[in-house]
């Protein structure tokens, strides 16, 4: 089973609640949402968020959501606790496995 996770917080510093910031009267979020579930190599699709109002709103939209701690600094940290894998070693691997696929797929 392939599955993607997508980190979403709220508390950007640069663009504060960038992930509700509306495109063609969708929030960023359900866009990227949707278009990662149109992924034919992948069997589920999960935002990773430690937001109520973005679990709220994906689940609103159909998606499927896990909760994480607001204690993360990075995206790669939210995605580690939601897949249950160490970040400083599985996450590493899959990272290198991800973009040895996507290499292939996409150029030979």
Do not use: F, W
Not at 90 to 98: A, F, S
């Amino acid at each position: 089973m392939i599955v993607a996770i997508i980190p979403v917080r709220l508390e950007s510093s640069r663009l504060p609640q960038k992930a509700l910031k509306e495109i063609e009267g969708l929030p960023m979020i359900i866009h990227t949402m949707k278009r990662t579930q149109l992924a034919s190599s992948l069997d589920e699709v999960y935002i990773a968020t430690d937001s109520a109002i973005i679990c709220d709103l994906v689940k609103k939209h159909s998606g499927k959501v896990i909760m994480t701690s607001k204690n993360h600094k990075i995206g790669s940290d939210r995605i580690a606790e939601a897949a249950d894998v160490d970040t400083t070693d599985d996450l590493k691997y899959v990272k290198k496995l991800m973009l040895k696929d996507t290499l292939k797929h996409k150029y030979l």
